[in-house]
C-alpha cells in the first residue's frame, strides 16, 4: 500500500494551453513540488501531459486510461471509478488509452503512471487503491475556484454532473471553472474520497465507452495504424522453436512486384522467452501486405529440426500420466496439511481419478501485430500489448535508446488472454525495421499465430481422497504433472510450479489431511500464460473429483459440497490467503436455486451440474444444463453466479462473466493443440475450432452478489474455472459418461 | 519519320485513343473506385492497405472477422479477388450508418446490448447480422446460430440479443 500513497503524493496539477485543467503526474523533469509548468510550454496533447483527467473549458472532460484495454472492460470501469469522484457529466467523458508512460531517471526507466498491465485482473482493484484521488483532487479545485467567484465557501457547494452549485442555486459549469482551477494551489494532504452513498456512477450500468467507435469501424486497432514510408512484414517461422534454416531460396520472392526485401530472424539464446523471437523465421518485407503474403507463398526455405524434432504430445501426455503413478518420482511439495498417509488408514472409503488437460492456444482475434519507427534518437512503436513496460524493456535492449526516446502508444487491443504479456513479436518488428532502414508493420497471419504461440501447457492430474463412515473427507492427495509455463523465463526452479497450480485451491482448508505435489514434465514447445492459469486445469480436476465423490457416495453433489464447505467461516490459508466458505456457499446455492437443483437434478431428462471455485477475494459457481439428443450436445442452460466485492460497472461485469464462460465452455468443447514430431499440428480455425453460435448455449443467466462492503475484485477471467466442470458434471448426469479429458466432445463420442 | 511527313501513318479514323488506364470499378460505401493494381489482390487489403478502410479485420481464414457484403451477400473480403468484384456494389462495416452519421438498427442495438468484447470480430458479427436481418426480418435462434463468426471474448449471447433487438423494432 505505501506505492499507492507515494503515487497519490505525486498527483498533480497542471494547467493545459487552451484554459483547460489537468490532473495528472508530473513531467518527467518536475518534481512534486514544482510550480506547474508555464502553460505555453505543454501543448494541448494530453499524452504527454501524464494526465488521468483533462477539463477543457468548453466543459469536455478526457479521461486517460494507464491499463491497455483488452476487451476486459477496465478502461470504462477505471473511467467512472474517476468520473465518479470528480462528479463529472458522462456523456461529456471521452475515454483514451495513454499509451506507454517512462520517464529518464539516471538513464534508468521511471514509469509514469506506475504498474501498467492489462487483461490480468488488476486493473480495477489498482485504479480503486490509487486513481479515485485523481478525480477527487479535479474536484477539490473546481470547488475552490467556484468558491472564489461564487463568493461561498467551498464546503457550502456541491457537484453533480459537471456542475458546481451554490446553496441558492448558482450554477457554474466545470469548463468554465477549468482555468481558474488550475492556477488554485493544489492541497497538502490527500482529498477525501466519497463515501459510497454518494456515488453516481459506480455500481450504475454503462456500456463500453468505445462502443461507438468500435460499431461503425472506426476504432482503430494496432493493426490499423500506419507510418507513411512503412513496409508491410510477413512471416514464415521455422516449424522448431530450435532449428535451422539449411537452404533458402529467394529469387522468385524477389521477383514479385512490390517485394523490397528478405529478412533472416533467429532467437537470442540469451534471452527469456517472450523477449526475443520464438523460433527462427523468414519475412518478406513489402510495400503492401497482399505483396508481402505473394512473397511468402514464393520463398523455398528448407528447415531442419532441432533436438525438439522428436517431440509428440501423446508421448509427453503418457509421461505425465506415469509420473503421477509412480510415487518415487520427483516432485515439488505444494501444500502439505495433515498426514494424509496416516488418515488413509482410517479410510471408510477411497476413490481416485485421473484428468487429462490438453495444450492450448490463444487464438487471439487480433493476430500478432506491431507497427515501429526508428529514428537516431527516438523509436515510436504502435503495439497491441498486455504489459507495455515488457515491451519497452525490448525496445530498448535491441535499440539501445534512452528510456524516454522509446514511445509506445498501445490502442485497444484486439484480445490478449495473456498471449500479448510476451513480445516475441515486438522483437521481431524492431530488428526488421533496422534491417530495412524504414517503417515496418509487422502482421502474423493466423497460421503463423495458431502454430508459433506461448501455449498453455497440457497436464495431468491424479486425485486420491479418503472419506470417513460420515461420508467427510479426510484426507486429499493431487498430483499434477505439466511442462511449467515459466520454464526458459529466468524464474528459479523452485517455483517454476506457481504457473500450474495454486497452494491455496480448494479444497486446501477444507480437508484435514490434504496435499498437493507438482510433477516437472521437460518440453521445448514454447509455453506462456494464458487466461485463467493456474486455475483452469486444476478447477476441472478438482470440481470434476467432487462430482465423483457424490456419485460413488450415491448421493446429490450439491450436498456433498455443501458438507464439504460446512459452516460459513474464514478459513486462513496460509501467505494472506483466506476462503471465504460463507461466499463461496451463497454463490453456489444461487447457481443451484435458479437452476431449480433441488426439483429438476433428480428428475430431469437432461443432466444437471455445479462447480465452484474461488480465485483471491472473488467466488465463483456455475450450474449447467445439457441435453444430449444421439450424439448432439446441447447446452440448454448456464448459470453463473458471482461475488467480486464492489462493482463498478455492473453492464461490463455481465458481459465479462457471460464471456468468459462462453469461452471457457466453446474451449473445453472442442479445443487442443497437439505436436507430432515438433511440429504442431493445428493451422487455422479448420482444426483449431472455437466454438460458434450453435455450440454455445443462447444466454447465460448471471446472478451477481451484491458486494458493497468489500473492494472491487478482478473480475476478467474469474467465470472460467467452473465452466468446463460443471458441463462435465452436467454430460456425466445426462450421458453416463464420465469425461475425464478434454476436449470434451472428442472424449465425448468416443466413449458414448 | 520524313517520310511519313504529311501523310497519315493510319487513317484518321482508325487512330486509337490513348486507352484510359485499364482497372477494376466497383462501388464501396456508395463512392466509386477503380483498382490498377494486381487484379488478383483480396478485396480485404485493398480495403485495408489501399483505402485505408480499416473497419474490415484480418482474422485469418473462416474467422468472419472480415466479412463485407457484396451485393447484399456477407462474404469473407479475405476470399474476394478483386477481379470478381468488377461492377459490384460493397459495403463494409464503415458503410452500415447513415450519411448523417445515425447508426443502423444493429448497430444501435449492439451498443445498447454492449454486444462488445475486445471489439475486433463485431464487425463481422454486424455485417453478418445486416444480411440476415436483411433476408429475413425476424430471425430465429436458429438462423442466429449459422452466423458464421468467430469470437473469442465470448459475445456471442449478447450478439444474439442485438439481433432480436433490432428485428424487435429496437426493443429489448
Known amino acids: 500500500m505505501s506505492a499507492d500513497l507515494s503515487r497519490r503524493r505525486f498527483l498533480k496539477v497542471l ?51 494507464r491499463d491497455p484495454e483488452t476487451g476486459t472492460g477496465g478502461a470504462t470501469a477505471v473511467a467512472r471509478i474517476i468520473a465518479d469522484e470528480l462528479d463529472a457529466d458522462w456523456q461529456r467523458v471521452a475515454v483514451l488509452p495513454l499509451g506507454l508512460g517512462v520517464q529518464n ?6 514509469w509514469t503512471y506506475g504498474h501498467q498491465r492489462g ?132 529469387a522468385a520472392t524477389l521477383a514479385v512486384k512490390g517485394v523490397v526485401k528478405v529478412v533472416q530472424l533467429r532467437p537470442e539464446p540469451s534471452q527469456p522467452l517472450g523477449q526475443t523471437v520464438l523460433a527462427p523465421a523468414v519475412a518478406v518485407l513489402a510495400e503492401d501486405t497482399w505483396a508481402a503474403l505473394q512473397g511468402r507463398d514464393k520463398l523455398k526455405l528448407d528447415w531442419k529440426p532441432g533436438p525438439s524434432g522428436g517431440e509428440n504430445s501423446a508421448d509427453l501426455e503418457q509421461q505425465a500420466v506415469a509420473l503421477l503413478d509412480d510415487k518415487t518420482a520427483a516432485a515439488v511439495r505444494v501444500r502439505n496439511d495433515g498426514d494424509v ?66 514511445r509506445i502508444q498501445v490502442p485497444r487491443v484486439g484480445g490478449g488472454y495473456g498471449r500479448r504479456l510476451d513480445h516475441d513479436y515486438v522483437a521481431e518488428a524492431v530488428l526488421l525495421a533496422q534491417a530495412a532502414g524504414r517503417p515496418v508493420r509487422l502482421l502474423w497471419t493466423r497460421g503463423e499465430d495458431l502454430a508459433h504461440d506461448v ?23 493431487q498430483r499434477t504433472a505439466s511442462a511449467s509455463a515459466l520454464a526458459r523465463r529466468g524464474v528459479p526452479d523452485d517455483r517454476l510450479w506457481t504457473s500450474e497450480v495454486a497452494a491455496d485451491q480448494l479444497p486446501a482448508g477444507l480437508v484435514p489431511s490434504y496435499r498437493s505435489d507438482w ?28 462430482d465423483e465423490l457424490a456419485h460413488a457416495m450415491k448421493e446429490d453433489p450439491l450436498d456433498t459440497r455443501l458438507r464439504l464447505l460446512g459452516e460459513p467461516r474464514q478459513v486462513a490459508l496460509g501467505d494472506g490467503h483466506v476462503l471465504d466458505t460463507g461466499r463461496l456457499l451463497n454463490v453456489l446455492r444461487l447457481v443451484a436455486d435458479r437452476i431449480g437443483w433441488k426439483q429438476n437434478w433428480l428428475h430431469s431428462v437432461n443432466g444437471l451440474g455445479l462447480a465452484c471455485w474461488r480465485i483471491g477475494d472473488a467466488y465463483v459457481a456455475h450450474a449447467i444444463e445439457a441435453a444430449l439428443d444421439g450424439n448432439n450436445l446441447r447446452i440448454r442452460r448456464a448459470v453463473c453466479a458471482v461475488d ?109 | 519519320m520524313a517520310q511519313a511527313q504529311g501523310v497519315p501513318a493510319e487513317p484518321a479514323g482508325r487512330i486509337v485513343p490513348e486507352p484510359v488506364r485499364a482497372g477494376i470499378e466497383l462501388e464501396i460505401n456508395g463512392e466509386r473506385y477503380r483498382h490498377t493494381g494486381d487484379p488478383s489482390m483480396p478485396l480485404l487489403w485493398y480495403l485495408r492497405d489501399v483505402l485505408r478502410l480499416t473497419g474490415t479485420k484480418y482474422g485469418g481464414d473462416h474467422s468472419g472477422a472480415d466479412l463485407v457484403l457484396v451485393d447484399g451477400k456477407a462474404v469473407p473480403a479475405l476470399a474476394q479477388p478483386m477481379a470478381a468484384l468488377a461492377g459490384r456494389r460493397v459495403v463494409t462495416v464503415e458503410g452500415l450508418a447513415g450519411a448523417d452519421g445515425s447508426l443502423h438498427p444493429l448497430q444501435q442495438a449492439f451498443v445498447d446490448e454492449d454486444a462488445i468484447g475486445c471489439g475486433y470480430c463485431t464487425p463481422g458479427w454486424l455485417i453478418a447480422g445486416v444480411e440476415l436481418l436483411n433476408r429475413k426480418p425476424r430471425p430465429s435462434d436458429e438462423d442466429i446460430d449459422q452466423l458464421p463468426v468467430l469470437c473469442r471474448c465470448g459475445c456471442h449471447a449478447r450478439v444474439r440479443r442485438a439481433i432480436k433487438r433490432a428485428a424487435n423494432g429496437g426493443k429489448a
Open chain 1, 519 to 546: 510433477c516437472a514434465l521437460q518440453s521445448a514447445i514454447p509455453r506462456g500464460a494464458q487466461r485463467g492459469m493456474p486455475h483452469l486445469s486444476n478447477a476441472f480436476a478438482v470440481e470434476s473429483f467432487v
Open chain 1, 105 to 110: 531517471r539516471d538513464g534508468q526507466p521511471a
Open chain 1, 119 to 250: 487483461g490480468a485482473g488488476e486493473t480495477v482493484p489498482a485504479a480503486w487503491a490509487d486513481l479515485r484521488q485523481a478525480g477527487a483532487l479535479a474536484r477539490w479545485l473546481l470547488l475552490q475556484a467556484a468558491a472564489r467567484q461564487l463568493g461561498v465557501p467551498a464546503d457550502q457547494l456541491r457537484t453533480q454532473s459537471g456542475l458546481v452549485i451554490a446553496p441558492d442555486g448558482r450554477r457554474l459549469g466545470y469548463g468554465a471553472l477549468a482555468a481558474a482551477a488550475a492556477k488554485v494551489a493544489p492541497p497538502p494532504a490527500p482529498v477525501p474520497v466519497k463515501q459510497p452513498e454518494r456515488y453516481a456512477l459506480i455500481g450504475q450500468p454503462a456500456g463500453d465507452a468505445d462502443a461507438r467507435a468500435i460499431v461503425t469501424g472506426q476504432l482503430r486497432f494496432a493493426s490499423d495504424h500506419r507510418f507513411a514510408e512503412e513496409l508491410v512484414a510477413v512471416l514464415s517461422h521455422c516449424p522448431w522453436p530450435d532449428g535451422t534454416l539449411a537452404a533458402i531460396d529467394t
Open chain 1, 644 to 752: 467480486v466485492g464492489r462493482v463498478i460497472n455492473p453492464t461490463g461485469l455481465e458481459g465479462q462473466v457471460a464471456g468468459a464462460t462462453l469461452d471457457a465452455l466453446g474451449t473445453a468443447l472442442n479445443l487442443g493443440v497437439t505436436f507430432k514430431d515438433g511440429r504442431i499440428q493445428q493451422h487455422s480455425y479448420r482444426d483449431y475450432p472455437l466454438a460458434g453460435m450453435a455450440q454455445l448455449p443462447r444466454e447465460v443467466e448471471v446472478i451477481v452478489v451484491p458486494g458493497e462492503n468489500l473492494p472491487p475484485s478482478g473480475a476478467s477471467f474469474l467465470a472460467m474455472p467452473t465452466a468446463a466442470p460443471a458441463l462435465a458434471n452436467a454430460v456425466f448426469r445426462v450421458s453416463a459418461v464420465r469425461v475425464r479429458r478434454l476436449p470434451l466432445m472428442r472424449e465425448l463420442l468416443r466413449m458414448l
Open chain 1, 455 to 477: 501455449y498453455r501447457p497440457g497436464s495431468a492430474h491424479k486425485i486420491s481422497a479418503v472419506v470417513d463412515r460420515k461420508r467427510n473427507v479426510i484426507a486429499w492427495t
Open chain 1, 341 to 406: 498417509d496416516a488418515a488413509g488408514k482410517k479410510a471408510a472409503r477411497r476413490l481416485e481419478a485421473s484428468y487429462v488437460l490438453p495444450w492450448l492456444a490463444h487464438a487471439t482475434p487480433e493476430p500478432m501485430n506491431c507497427l515501429v519507427r526508428l529514428e537516431k534518437d527516438r523509436a515510436t512503436l504502435v503495439v497491441p500489448t498486455q504489459a507495455p513496460q515488457q515491451a519497452w524493456t525490448v525496445v530498448r535492449r535491441l535499440t539501445g535508446l534512452a528510456p524516454e526516446q522509446i
Open chain 1, 15 to 65: 494547467a493545459g494551453s487552451a484554459g483547460a485543467l489537468v490532473v495528472g503526474l508530473p513531467l518527467a523533469e518536475a518534481r512534486a513540488d514544482d510550480a506547474p509548468l508555464p502553460p505555453g510550454l505543454l501543448g494541448d496533447d494530453y499524452r504527454s501531459l501524464g494526465a488521468f483527467v483533462r477539463i477543457d473549458a468548453d466543459g469536455a472532460v478526457l479521461i486517460g486510461t
